[in-house]
C-alpha cells in the first residue's frame, strides 16, 4: 500500500476521530495544506506524542489565550480548543492561506469555531503585543523561523509570565536548540524533549497489515531525529 491507501484505511477504520491521547475524540477532515497533513499519524493519536504528557499538564493551567503559530490545518488550534474549555480564545497563525479554510472546517466539526481567531503571519512584534499583560500558552511550529521570532529580547521578556512548546528546526540551523535554550532560561523551566519510537501493533485494525504498512501508518516522515523545548514559566504569578 502506499502512503496515500494507508491513510485512507485509517481514516475508514476510525471514522476520522483520533483514537488516542490527549485529544482524543477530535474529528478531523482529510484535507491537508502541508504534504499529506501526517492525518494518519493524527488520527491514530500518535502525532508528536512526545508532547501529550507537557499539554495534559498545562492543560490544568488557567491562561487567557492560546496562541497557534504555525498552526497548519488546526490540529493544535482545534485540540487545544477542546482540551482547554477555560480557555476562551485561540489564536492561530499561519502564512499559508490554504490552511486557514481547512482549520476552519476542523474548528466547525467540532463545535469550537467561536474560540478560534485566525490569522496570517505572526513574528515577534505580534507575539510581543498580544503577550502584554496576558499569560499565554504558545505552540510554535515554524519550519526553522523560530530563532527569528524570538530575536528581540523584548519578546521573550513579554513571555516571562506564559509558558511555551517550541519545535526546533536544528536541521534546517544548526544550533536553534541551545540558542532557545539559553534565551529562555533566565525566566522559564527549559526541557528539551527528543523524538521516541511508535507502536504500530497497538491497534488492533493495523494488525493485518504488513510490517512495512504499519510502520507507515505511525510515521511521520521526519528529516531527522526532532526536539521540542518546553518552557514553563518561573513567575510567581502562575
Known amino acids: 500500500m502506499n502512503r496515500s491507501e494507508i491513510t485512507a484505511f485509517i ?24 504534504g499529506d497533513g501526517d492525518v494518519g499519524p493524527k488520527l491514530l493519536g500518535l502525532y508528536e ?14 491562561y487567557q489565550e492560546i496562541v497557534d503559530i504555525g498552526a497548519a490545518e488546526g490540529y493544535y488550534a482545534v485540540g487545544a ?18 490552511s486557514h479554510d481547512i482549520l476552519r ?18 513574528d515577534g512584534a505580534v507575539l510581543r503585543g498580544l503577550a502584554q499583560g496576558k499569560r499565554l500558552l504558545v505552540i510554535l511550529d515554524c519550519e526553522g523561523g523560530e530563532l527569528a521570532v524570538f530575536e528581540d529580547a523584548a519578546v521573550v521578556a513579554s513571555l516571562r509570565h506564559s509558558d511555551l512548546i517550541i519545535e526546533c528546526h536544528d536541521f534546517m540551523q544548526a544550533g536553534i536548540t541551545g540558542l532557545l535554550v ?3 532560561f533566565p525566566t522559564h ?12 501493533n497497538a491497534f488492533p485494525f493495523l494488525a493485518f497489515l504488513s510490517d512495512e504498512d504499519r510502520w507507515q501508518a505511525v510515521s511521520e516522515r521526519r ?3 526532532m526536539n ?3 518552557c514553563r514559566s518561573k513567575s510567581p504569578q502562575r
Open 81 to 98: 480548543a477542546r482540551l482547554f474549555p477555560q480557555t476562551r480564545i485561540v489564536r492561530t497563525y499561519d502564512t499559508n492561506e490554504v
Open 223 to 225: 528529516p531527522s531525529l
Open 11 to 34: 481514516a475508514t477504520q476510525t471514522q476520522n476521530i483520533v483514537q488516542t491521547g490527549p485529544f482524543k475524540g477530535m474529528r478531523l477532515s482529510r484535507r491537508a495544506s502541508w
Open 49 to 62: 506524542q512526545e508532547l501529550h504528557e507537557s499539554l495534559i499538564r498545562f492543560s490544568e493551567q488557567d
Open 228 to 230: 521540542w523545548i518546553v
Open 182 to 184: 539559553t534565551k529562555f
Open 105 to 122: 472546517e476542523n474548528a466547525a466539526l467540532n463545535g469550537v469555531s467561536d474560540k478560534i481567531v485566525v490569522g496570517g503571519l505572526c
Open 189 to 200: 523551566l527549559v526541557e528539551v524533549i527528543y523524538s521516541a519510537g511508535r507502536n504500530p
